[in-house]
């Protein structure tokens, strides 16, 4: 990935055309039964017949609940053919920069933005920067331009479309959230498709996050994903203090001064209004509280852990079955230390795999984790309330754990 690919891909994907969904419907026949005039008639149970009919209503409910379900799982797999468009207005050259995710939704984005304009995309994949060497595949420069944040379907039609139609190649720049969330229903079904269907990884980070997977899965038959976010950058961003006193206060101080446009902030009254990441300790006493017994498997998708094994020992004391992608393949993690990006897709697997995932903060890979996870079967998902949460936490010394369970549970 340190090189750029340079694809061509052609816009023909047709807008998503699900074929309407089978009514289902039960024809009941009724029997009656007619006693006989020698025997004396028995008084009705009403509150047998209630419990029946009520239990009926139940099975009822678990069946076409599944059948819904099953129904809605594979309408959401099968597509029709795409309509092939037999002319393009011209060349959209789109570069995919920044993390695994956001070159995730950049690519996405891309796609549909291509097809509102049926334009033939230009798709670069960089790891690193930002580079385009057009000049050996064009004749000269294309034109570039910057689209704002979240345009609707109507910007890119009424101001970007006679650009190209002019044009013919257009560049552009900066392409991360420049699609609005709110888009034509047929659109979204394009974007899902490109991002839960034809995005896929590469063959060895693929095998090598089903191993982890598979490893996980030797060790118990459940396991839950903690995503922790809780890396130097993170917290630097966030402008909180996690308790490591002055040396905390110059580390993180420096790191961000990286973001210029950042001001000081008030790390306390931040954390009471849910703006910081919870500590490894933290998430740890929360998912006790949740109901996770000491025992619980527990797979941990992280960068580089800000106070590193001694700020992951708290966790281990409350979870002493976790493990890291370091901890389950030393050896064979080797060639994809270099890439972060590649560190990150091995934990987007083994997250998206596990039976229940936990979010700690609302980042791009908790955002598209969680709505993968809905959309390929509503597997269960906690995201945490921060803004109460946050003032809890800062209080947990001062209350037993009886009653910090209670105010948990109302929290």
């Not at 061509?8 to 089978?22: D, E, F, R």
């Not at 956001?102 to 995309?121: C, E, F, H, K, P």
């Not at 994903?225 to 909180?240: K, N, W």
Request: one cysteine or more.
């Amino acid at each position: 990935m340190g090189v750029a690919k340079f694809g061509v891909i052609q816009a023909k994907l047709a807008l998503l055309h699900h074929p309407s969904g089978s009514v289902l419907s039960h024809k009941h026949e009724c029997c009656s039964c007619r006693s006989s005039a020698a025997q004396p008639r028995k008084p009705i149970s009403w509150s047998l017949v209630c419990g029946l009919m009520l239990f009926c209503l139940g099975m009822i409910s678990l069946f076409t609940g599944h059948v819904a379900s099953d129904l809605e799982c594979q309408r959401s797999r099968n597509f029709p053919d795409a309509i092939l468009e037999r002319s393009s207005n011209g060349y959209l050259l789109i570069g995919a920069s920044g993390g695994l995710n956001q070159q995730r939704t950049g690519i996405s984005d891309a796609v549909v933005v291509a097809r509102i304009l049926n334009a033939t995309l230009v798709m670069f994949l960089l790891s690193k920067g930002f580079l385009i060497n057009s000049c050996d595949h064009w004749k000269k420069p294309p034109y570039t331009m910057r689209v704002p944040r979240k345009s609707p379907p109507e910007y890119y039609l009424d101001q970007v479309l006679p650009i190209l139609q002019r044009r013919s190649v257009l560049q552009l720049t900066k392409f991360d959230y420049r699609l609005a969330n709110n888009i034509d229903d047929e659109l979204q079904k394009l974007r899902c498709r490109t991002n839960y269907h034809a995005l896929r990884f590469t063959k060895p980070i693929q095998e090598l996050g089903q191993k982890l997977v598979t490893r996980m899965r030797a060790m118990a038959k459940h396991f839950i994903a903690v995503h922790l976010r809780f890396e130097s950058d993170m917290l630097a961003f966030s402008g909180c203090y996690f308790g490591g006193g002055d040396k905390e206060r110059y580390e993180l101080g420096e790191i961000r001064k990286r973001w210029e446009t950042l001001t000081d902030v008030d790390a306390n009254g931040e954390r009471r209004r849910g703006r910081c990441p919870l500590t490894p300790h933290e998430v740890g006493l929360m998912l006790r509280a949740l109901g996770f017994a000491n025992d619980t498997y527990i797979y941990v998708a992280s960068g580089e852990i800000y106070g590193g094994e001694e700020m992951l020992r708290s966790l281990g004391d409350l979870f002493p079955n976790f493990y890291t992608k370091e901890m389950l393949a030393e050896e064979e993690l080797k060639p994809f230390l270099p890439f972060s990006s590649r560190l990150a897709a091995i934990d987007y697997i083994v997250s998206d795999e596990s039976d229940v995932f936990v979010t700690n903060n609302n980042g791009n890979m908790a955002k598209i984790l969680a709505g993968r996870r809905r959309y390929m079967g509503h597997k269960r998902t906690i995201r945490p309330n921060a803004k109460r949460l946050g003032p809890l936490m800062m209080e947990r010394d001062q209350m037993d754990w009886d009653t910090f369970l209670q105010a948990r549970k109302k929290s």
